[in-house]
């Protein structure tokens, strides 16, 4: 199973990002859940966003900000940011779970059972 986030960079604050996660090697079905987390240097991993069949999820910090969506048919999760700020520079990793109907699981990074190998988002002027 491999997930394989891209699209990090640089970028100025009220700049836009695109990060997005191509998963290979499971079978990538509306019963699994996606999420994206961050983690900023000295600070523990923390959601960002999460994805179901039927719902969207967002942390506070990004909420209004951020958009995830998934393509099942390219087996690939995306994860727009906008109005991006300095606060938001971290490593920033794709993950999926299998479904579940708990949905505060969602937030937390234990319950997730495969991780990509993270994409460094950094803003800066």
């Known amino acids: 199973v491999q997930l394989q986030a891209s699209g990090g960079g640089l970028v100025q604050p009220g700049g836009s990002l695109s990060l997005s996660c191509a998963a290979s090697?499971?079978?990538?079905?509306?019963?699994?859940?996606m999420g994206w987390f961050r983690q900023a240097p000295g600070k523990e991993r923390e959601f960002v966003a999460a994805i179901t069949r039927s719902a969207t999820y967002y942390s506070d910090s990004v909420k209004g900000r951020f958009t995830i969506s998934g393509d099942n048919a390219k087996k690939t999760t995306y994860l727009q940011m906008n109005s991006l700020k300095p606060e938001d520079t971290a490593v920033y990793f794709c993950a999926t779970r299998p479904g579940t109907s708990i949905l505060s699981q969602l937030r937390v990074a234990a319950e997730y059972d495969y991780w990509g190998q993270g994409t460094q988002v950094t803003v800066s002027s």
């Open positions: 090697g499971l079978t990538f079905s509306n019963r699994r859940h």
